[in-house]
């Protein structure tokens, strides 16, 4: 399996994680990555949307948004673009 994109190391923010996903849903869109599933880019779509305005979420808790991603946040984007418009 080739990765779409082989350094992703340059991400260190949570703005440049969305805007990844959307490059890399665009990418698909275009026809540059092939995809199995037809509404992955949707799915990725949703994570980006949901990654960008998460601070909406975590304020209507009174929590701080978080900065620096841990394993959990990450299954939580996930997660959340299951149900994310």
Known sequence: MTMPAPDL?????????????????????QGEIRQENEQSVDYVKAAAYWTRSMHGFFANQGKETPEQPDWALIAMIFSAAFIYE
């Open 9 to 29: 190391s340059g991400i260190t923010s949570r703005q440049e994680l969305a805007a990844y996903l959307l490059r890399l849903a665009q990418r698909v869109e």
